[in-house]
């Protein structure tokens, strides 16, 4: 609502659009927030991967069965294709390309399916502010201007907080700088300088494997906050690097797709 200086109170109605992060998989890593905001919200948007990833989608629908209103609607788009054989040279436009046409997938949500004054959501992966593209393709949907709301933001659990939890351990070392990064950078730009731990997500080709033979510790995670949840931690040496890759490509041949995340630590002692 805006105030507008002289006789009467002016009311701006807006489309109120909540990001509400769900967490890393863990229907109980819900925030009371995020459970609020769900509460509130009128139509929800549902990305549809394919069927690949189809687990998520269900896990977002039981968030919805639990917490939506009783009068909540769905609405489900499917998610623009991402051309993954896009070398590197060409990763940059190809991301490009691919977020236009999801800003125009969201454009067309936001204008059809929410009502003036209505409220709706997209339900986000862990946290929206950790690579994740809702955020920035939502600004881009206001800077194309014909579809006009208000966003809120929920933070949520994210994958790496979860990893960390699950394995008992903080972050950072005392005192010292943790960065996360991608598998892609990780494999391009070698270890970064100035920290001894690193955070790597978005990982499809066991970059950890090129670090071996260096003393670092691997904290891995796949799965995290499911029932199909794989933990495994050591000294990246002496065969835990072939391992994970092992367990990982069963893991992946079982079920269809993975998501792993893993911190690898350089400082402990052996
Ligand atoms: C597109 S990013 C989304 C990250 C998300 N916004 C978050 O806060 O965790 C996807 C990557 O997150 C990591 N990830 C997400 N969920 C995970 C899970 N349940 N277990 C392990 N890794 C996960 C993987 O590295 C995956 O490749």
Not at 31 to 51: C, H, N, P, S, Y
Not at 164 to 169: D, G, P, S, V, W
Request: hydrophobic share 40%; aromatic share 8%; proline share 4%.
């Amino acid at each position: 609502m805006t105030y507008a200086p002289g006789r009467c109170a002016r009311i701006r109605i807006v489309k109120q659009i909540f990001v509400i992060g769900i967490g890393a998989g863990d229907p109980d890593h819900l925030t009371l927030q995020a459970v609020r905001a769900i509460a509130r919200t009128e139509v929800f948007f549902l990305l549809d991967k394919g069927e690949e990833k189809a687990d998520l989608v269900r896990l977002r629908e039981d968030i919805l069965r639990e917490h939506a209103a009783p009068s909540h609607r769905v609405v489900v788009a499917r998610d623009p294709e991402r051309d993954l054989r896009t070398s590197t040279p060409g990763y940059a436009p190809a991301v490009d390309d691919w977020r236009q046409r999801r800003a125009e997938v969201y454009e067309r949500l936001i204008a059809d399916e929410v009502r003036g004054d209505g409220t709706g959501a997209f339900l986000v992966w862990g946290d929206p502010a950790l690579y994740d593209s809702t955020l920035g393709i939502l600004d881009e949907v206001r800077a194309r201007g014909r579809a006009a709301f208000e966003r809120t933001v929920v933070p949520g659990v994210s994958s790496v907080s979860a990893l960390a939890a699950r394995h008992r351990i903080g972050l950072n070392q005392v005192g010292r700088a943790v960065q996360i990064t991608t598998g892609r950078r990780l494999a391009d730009g070698g270890w970064p300088d100035g920290v001894d731990d690193v955070v790597v997500m978005l990982d499809a080709h066991r970059t950890f494997g090129r670090f071996t033979g260096r003393g670092l510790h691997i904290y891995w995670g796949a799965y995290l906050g499911t029932p199909d949840e794989i933990l495994l931690s050591g000294p990246l040496d002496d065969g835990l690097a072939e391992r994970i890759a092992v367990v990982r490509a069963e893991a992946r041949e079982r079920k269809g797709w993975i998501m792993d995340t893993y911190l690898l630590r350089r400082g402990i002692p052996a």
